[in-house]
């Protein structure tokens, strides 16, 4: 890692008509660095073109397709035909469908699965969820149907039989050679929401040993855009709550294009993300292929919702990303009282925090999702299959909640003009505020952390992997602060096993933020120690805000090395 070549972004300036902006990709050096740490040689040289390439489109055309379909272009609901039959058909705008064509003909989701012709063998998560990010902070809204696509050709490539797995996962990975298959997965019902287990859409079997499905699920969201849908229901006989749901694949239509006994009741108009299309869909005998154990279709979805929450993270860090671009680009033009925001050390100090929690929380990231790499892969010894799930948790409360505040603090920046939507600021936040309900709210994820503890006592899992990794850590004044923040938490960790269930219920969110800053503050660490200079300077920024070191009148953090950070992390 310390011969990796440096290429400082370019401070962009508002382009002129016809210009293009730089490319989302090259100007992330925090990126490219995770990239080149964790991919081959050859596979990181592949990314480092492809993704090259993409985030120039995203930084342009795809960023302006954004913005017509959230201003002007959303999904539309067309009822019913001329002669007044129910065709439930969703209509979306051609730049939308460019977008859509464009993004998963990049493997986004195909490469996952399946070769990538230039290199001989199958990409891996960890290249998926970084086009994911740079995708992300242009349209964090189509990045949902990508995510429901990716956890609906998961389901299948694990746990389908031969028959269903060849029937639909070559379309679901497509890169243009066969039709596309865009996937979703439907879960909530009115009755149930978060209450998994309450479903109660039918599946009644057929002669033929398929089975026709019943109900209506609430809140679908890729409905009229799916080519094929994972969707939980209970058979005739089958036990109630979550035990008793089995996981189905239905496609949208039939072979002759008509709808598979499925029709949509109305789009859900939504505070942002309005790219995709979130419905309410009812099920009147839908024909439906049984996915894998029908005793096990609950732990099948909450494998897929690990996936999803992952993703989720992904697209927080994406409209992080852009919303301190954004702030730092304003900050750099803008004059104000006779100098340039950036002269003023408040405004240095917010986008360094900001800056500096970034950074933290990509490589803390794309940390995690090695794991996740591995668990997938079915190489995972139990105890990092709980560490994974209680990871993931963790990390998808944090990020959900920093996209919001990062994208408040983009508009603050930006002043009158952040709130106007001739910026993408007043987006931004719309789009964010929903990570933190989808995949689960704070309290269900609290929840998890709750079950992880009490099942498989995960918080001495937890412990016992900071420590590993903070024994191989020099001695320095960052490890002194980590390690005494650390022994707090750590006892606070053994109470809260300690407490009464609803006790821990209470303080779920607390604990659960207390992991993820240690774990994000021992990646800091690991990034000081690896690359020094900058990474540095980061590492301490963070620590301050984390753990509410700075006090009043302490030294502040220097112009020029402002800059430098700015200039080259």
């Known amino acids: 890692m310390a011969n990796y070549p440096k290429h400082p972004p370019v401070i962009e300036q508002k382009p002129q008509y016809g210009e293009r902006k730089e490319s989302f990709y090259t100007k992330d050096e925090s990126l490219r660095r995770i990239l080149y740490h964790y991919l081959p040689k050859d596979f990181y040289q592949y990314a480092e073109e492809r993704l090259k390439t993409y985030g120039e489109r995203c930084a342009n055309e795809i960023d302006e397709r954004a913005r017509f379909t959230d201003r002007e272009g959303e999904p539309q609901l067309l009822k019913y035909d001329a002669y007044g039959d129910d065709i439930s058909e969703v209509i979306v705008n051609e730049g939308y469908r460019q977008t859509v064509e464009e993004t998963y003909n990049e493997g986004i989701v195909g490469y996952v699965h399946k070769p990538i012709p230039e290199l001989g063998r199958k990409g891996n998560y960890t290249y998926s969820f970084a086009q994911g990010y740079v995708l992300s902070q242009a349209e964090p809204g189509f990045y949902c149907p990508v995510t ?20 639909f996962l070559p ?29 109660e859409v039918v599946a009644i079997e057929q002669s033929d040993g398929t089975y026709s499905l ?17 969707v939980l229901a209970r058979r005739e006989g089958a036990p109630t709550g979550s035990k008793g749901l089995t996981l189905f694949a239905v496609p949208w239509r039939n072979e002759d294009g008509t709808l ?34 029908p005793t096990r279709g609950f732990y099948y979805m909450m494998e897929a919702l690990n996936l999803s929450r992952v993703s989720n993270a992904v697209a927080s860090l994406g409209i992080m990303k852009r919303s301190l671009d954004e702030a730092f680009q304003y900050a750099t033009k803008r004059r104000a009282f006779g100098g340039y925001l950036t002269d003023y050390p408040m405004v240095r100090d917010t986008l360094l925090k900001m800056k500096a929690k970034l950074h933290v929380e990509l490589a803390a990231l794309f940390d995690m999702i090695q794991l996740y790499e591995k668990v997938t892969a079915g190489e995972g010894t139990p105890e990092e299959v709980v560490l994974n799930r209680l990871n993931i948790a963790t990390m998808k409360k944090e990020t959900a909640y920093e996209a919001i505040h990062f994208a408040h603090e983009a508009i603050e920046m930006l002043g009158g003009n952040g709130y106007i939507e001739d910026f993408v600021t007043p987006r931004l936040l719309r789009d964010a505020q929903v990570l933190s309900v989808w995949e689960g709210t704070a309290n269900i994820l609290g929840l998890e952390v709750v079950r992880l503890v009490n099942k498989y006592e995960a918080h001495q899992l937890f412990i016992e992997q900071m420590n590993a990794r903070l024994e191989k850590m020099a001695p320095s004044d960052q490890t002194s602060i980590v390690l005494q923040q650390w022994a707090s938490v750590q006892e606070a960790l053994h109470r809260f096993a300690d407490l009464t269930y609803e006790e821990q ?9 207390d992991m993820n800053a240690i774990y994000e503050s021992v990646i800091a660490l690991e990034w000081a120690e690896r690359h ?3 990474y540095e300077v980061l590492t301490n920024v963070y620590l301050e805000q984390t753990w509410q070191l700075r006090k009043i009148g302490q030294p502040i953090v220097q112009e020029e090395t402002f800059w430098n950070v700015f200039s080259n992390a």
């Open 532 to 534: 020094g200079e900058e």
């Open 260 to 293: 598979n006994g499925i029709s949509i009741r109305r789009l859900k108009d939504k505070l942002g993300v309005k790219a995709v299309p979130s419905g309410e869909v009812e099920l009147h005998r839908a024909k439906a292929y049984v996915v894998g154990d």
């Open 214 to 230: 019943y109900g209506e699920k609430y809140f679908a969201s890729n409905a009229g855009m799916c080519g094929v849908a994972m």
């Open 171 to 199: 379309h679901v990975c497509s890169t243009g050679e066969v039709s596309l298959y865009e996937g979703a997965t439907f879960l909530t019902e009115r009755q149930g929401g978060s209450d998994v287990g309450a479903n």
């Open 505 to 513: 219920t209470f303080y779920s969110k607390q604990m659960s933020s």
């Open 148 to 167: 429901l696509t990716k956890a609906t050709a998961y389901l299948l490539d694990h746990y389908a039989d031969e028959a269903v797995k060849n029937r």
